[in-house]
Nanobody, 122 residues
Framework: HVRLVESGGGSVQPGGSLKLSCKISGDTENHCVGWFRQAPGKQREGVAALYIHGSKYYSDSVRGRFSISQTAAKDTVFLDMNNLKPEDTAMYFC?????????????????RGQGTQVTVSP
């Protein structure tokens, strides 16, 4: 069974940056990874995904500002968030799905972590 542990959330002013990390343990298979967020009163939103063979997905709301990557060992996933806006405020969750998973929306991945809070305010 895979375990996902997020870190790196916090409070930042608009225009600032944060880097989220997700440590993956218990994984021995080909997989896809991603991030989704949940804000109070809003729909869950998939923001980024990294598929097998390296293709990536970004939501329109974060494309050009956020970047997903992983270590060569594929045991840690990162979400670099730049030019943060108040509307980026949410709980951010790391998500994981075993192959076949290419093209799946990150909110449809079967495993997720406990989340890390990101708050963007003046």
């Amino acid at each position: 069974h895979v375990r996902l542990v997020e870190s790196g959330g916090g409070s930042v002013q608009p225009g600032g940056s944060l880097k989220l990390s997700c440590k993956i343990s218990g994984d021995t298979e080909n997989h896809c990874v991603g991030w989704f967020r949940q804000a109070p009163g809003k729909q869950r939103e998939g923001v980024a995904a990294l598929y097998i063979h390296g293709s990536k997905y970004y939501s329109d709301s974060v494309r050009g500002r956020f970047s997903i990557s992983q270590t060569a060992a594929k045991d840690t996933v990162f979400l670099d968030m730049n030019n943060l806006k108040p509307e980026d405020t949410a709980m951010y969750f790391c998500a994981y799905e075993l192959a076949p998973c290419n093209g799946l929306y990150p909110t449809d991945f079967s495993e997720r972590g406990q989340g890390t809070q990101v708050t963007v305010s003046p």
